[in-house]
């Protein structure tokens, strides 16, 4: 995980990010179509096992706290099991690219993104654990995240070469990227985490970077 360079810029940057992003996507409304968010969860009753001898305590997930003494709630939890998921369609994209891709810049943006996520799903892994939280909860609905390619769209992709490799990938890993700002966007708002919202502020403006680095390439 990148060391937090721009927790001072706050909320305030990774709005200007998704303003930016949807600013950039102009007319294309169906690629950026709105969807129900993933993360937006209210708090939840959730049970916190007692000490060996001590009765299980019941309480609102978002009062629950961290071992370092900080605060997390439901939408924190769901943002980072949902988000080592996103991470690992994204990181499957990415794998694609050699050998499918035909501009060489693509390629290497491609293998940039491939190379960097898996950090970050081991940072959202390491916060699950030290809150003995699971890594993903079965009533999650990966497939409504936003950005969320379909299987079609994956087996399409690997079957495409040259340009219209270049061309789907783009489309595809812009609006992947676009539903990570959105759901950054989430728990920037409405988690409990501070830590957690630098990271995802962090994130959002590593992807919004990423969305502009994708139309420049193919653009150039």
Do not use: C
Not at 43 to 69: F, H, N
Not at 91 to 119: S, T, Y
Not at 176 to 184: F, I, S, T
């Amino acid at each position: 995980m990148r060391t937090s360079t721009l927790a001072a810029v706050g909320v305030i940057v990774a709005g200007a990010v998704v303003v930016a992003v949807a600013a950039r996507s102009g007319s294309d409304d169906s690629a950026a179509a709105p969807r129900p968010s993933a993360s937006a969860t209210a708090p939840q009753r959730v049970v916190l096992p007692g000490a060996p001898g001590d009765d299980a305590v019941v309480t609102d997930s978002d009062k629950v706290k961290a071992p370092d003494g900080s605060t997390f709630n439901a939408i924190d939890t769901t943002f980072v099991q949902m988000m080592i998921v996103h991470h690992q369609q994204a990181i499957e994209m990415a794998g694609l690219a050699p050998g499918r891709a035909g501009n060489e810049r693509l390629a290497a943006l491609a293998a940039r993104i491939g190379a960097a996520q898996p950090f970050e799903i081991n940072y959202f892994r390491a916060w699950l654990k030290e809150r003995n939280l699971p890594d993903s909860d079965p009533s999650h609905d990966h497939g409504a995240m936003p950005g969320m390619q379909t299987e079609a769209d994956l087996a399409a992709l690997a079957a495409a070469k040259g340009p219209a490799f270049d061309s789907r990938f783009t489309a595809m890993m812009t609006d992947h990227h676009r539903g990570a700002l959105r759901m950054a966007g989430d728990v920037i708002k409405g988690g409990s985490d501070e830590k957690l919202r630098e990271v995802a502020n962090e994130m959002a403006v590593e992807q919004g970077s990423e969305i502009r680095r994708l139309a420049e390439v193919t653009d150039g």
